[in-house]
């Protein structure tokens, strides 16, 4: 079995940051794209940004310049850190990776529980 636990939610104040953070446990041979997206009440799920094995990352416009995702391999974390938060910015943030359980396996999705980000002065 896997699981993602995120953590680093909370409630800030407009201009602020925050960083939130995912590791993932279990049986993982390896683990191929890692990435961030957000749920805001009544709208889709959404893509914040994500990074490959070899640390390329990709980010919704919504974050470029404020945002930076990062991840170590060796710990099976990923980061992201949130600067400039804006009240627009509030949802609930979900980890999602691409983990291969067995060396002959396909990658599967998995997503963590979400953790819930307010921006409100």
């Known amino acids: 079995q896997v699981q993602l636990v995120e953590s680093g939610g909370g409630l800030v104040q407009p201009g602020g940051s925050l960083r939130l953070s995912c590791a993932a446990s279990?049986?993982?041979?390896?683990?191929?794209?890692l990435g961030w997206y957000r749920q805001a009440p009544g709208k889709q799920r959404e893509l914040v940004a994500d990074?490959?094995?070899?640390?390329?990352?990709n980010y919704a416009d919504s974050g470029k310049g404020r945002f930076t995702i990062s991840r170590d391999n060796a710990e099976n974390t990923v980061y992201l850190q949130m600067n400039s938060l804006k009240p627009e910015d509030t949802a609930v943030y979900y980890c999602?990776?691409?983990?291969?359980?067995?060396?002959?396996?396909?990658?599967?999705?998995?997503w963590g529980q979400g953790t819930q980000v307010t921006v409100s002065s």
């Open positions: 999602n990776a691409q983990i291969r359980t067995t060396p002959w396996g396909a990658y599967l999705q998995y």
């Open positions: 279990g049986t993982i041979f390896s683990i191929n794209v």
């Open positions: 990074i490959t094995s070899g640390g390329s990352t």
